[in-house]
């Protein structure tokens, strides 16, 4: 599925994502990613075999979801929601980081620390699937 150029955009603005994935046990595991778009897929990077990499490794299952930037006409702030498929590759977790940094952070920064800088690490790709929320994209 093509990203729509409004989803983008809202990316290139460095929203905070929330990545939930699938326990073992179904329930749901959630936590705050920094989000790229690579070739239509949404991408993030971990330096570390956690939980949602685990998670994403039993079951491909993931949402995505990000706030907006403006508000309805009734005062609801938008947001965005993404389903999707996810995949990992491993190596090139730091590079990624770095890039993402740059917005994330600031233009000067360097992400991840030295001290974490010579892992593989992972990338998740998310394959979108079906895009709600309350915006220009649904």
């Not at 326990?23 to 595991?29: H, L, R, T, V």
């Not at 993931?62 to 990992?88: F, I, N």
Request: aromatic fraction near 8%.
């Amino acid at each position: 599925m093509k990203i729509p150029d409004n989803v983008k955009k809202l990316i290139a603005s460095s929203p905070l994502a929330h990545l939930t994935t699938l326990n073992a046990d179904g329930s749901p595991q959630v936590t705050v990613v920094w989000v790229g778009i690579q070739d239509d897929e949404f991408v993030c990077a971990h330096m570390s075999s956690y939980q949602k990499v685990k998670n994403i490794q039993k079951d491909p299952r993931v949402v995505l979801s990000m706030l907006g930037h403006k508000k309805t006409e009734m005062g609801l702030q938008e947001y965005l929601v993404v389903y999707g498929d996810a995949y990992l590759t491993e190596g090139g977790a730091a590079d990624l980081l770095q890039k993402l940094a740059y917005s994330y952070i600031g233009p000067n920064v360097e992400f991840p620390p030295q001290s974490v800088r010579n892992q593989s690490g992972f990338i998740t790709h998310i394959v979108p699937q079906r895009f709600a929320g309350v915006g220009e994209w649904k």
